[in-house]
Nanobody
């Protein structure tokens, strides 16, 4: 059973940066692709970014492209989300997810494992 634990959330001001981390245990981390999603109050969970199993391919949602960067370190069983130039509309609970697909996955239903989420709040 794969377990995912996010960290790094917090309260920041608009324009600040945060780096989220998600560490996996169980399974072979390099066997599955990873993604980040977020859910704001009253809204559906939405795709943010994804990375293939060995990190050769990434994809970012248009809303975060140029500001957020997903990366992974398979030696540390960890995936990261570097968030720069944060905006109040980035406020949400951020979830990492793992998929047994090795390629980049953007569809929520194709993910097999989910973390518990970490809150990111951006004040104006």
């Amino acid at each position: 059973q794969v377990r995912l634990v996010e960290s790094g959330g917090g309260v920041v001001q608009a324009g600040d940066s945060l780096r989220l981390s998600c560490t996996a245990s169980g399974g072979t981390f390099s066997s599955y692709s990873m993604g980040w999603f977020r859910q704001a109050p009253g809204k559906e969970r939405e795709f943010v970014a994804a990375i293939s199993n060995i990190g050769g391919s990434t994809y970012h949602a248009d809303s975060v492209k140029g500001r957020f960067t997903i990366s992974r370190d398979n030696a540390k069983n960890t995936v990261y989300l570097q968030m720069d130039s944060l905006k109040p509309e980035d406020t949400a609970i951020y979830y990492c997810a793992g998929s047994w697909n090795t390629i980049v996955v953007v569809t929520r239903t194709e993910y097999d494992y989910w973390g518990q989420g970490t809150q990111v709040t951006v004040s104006s």
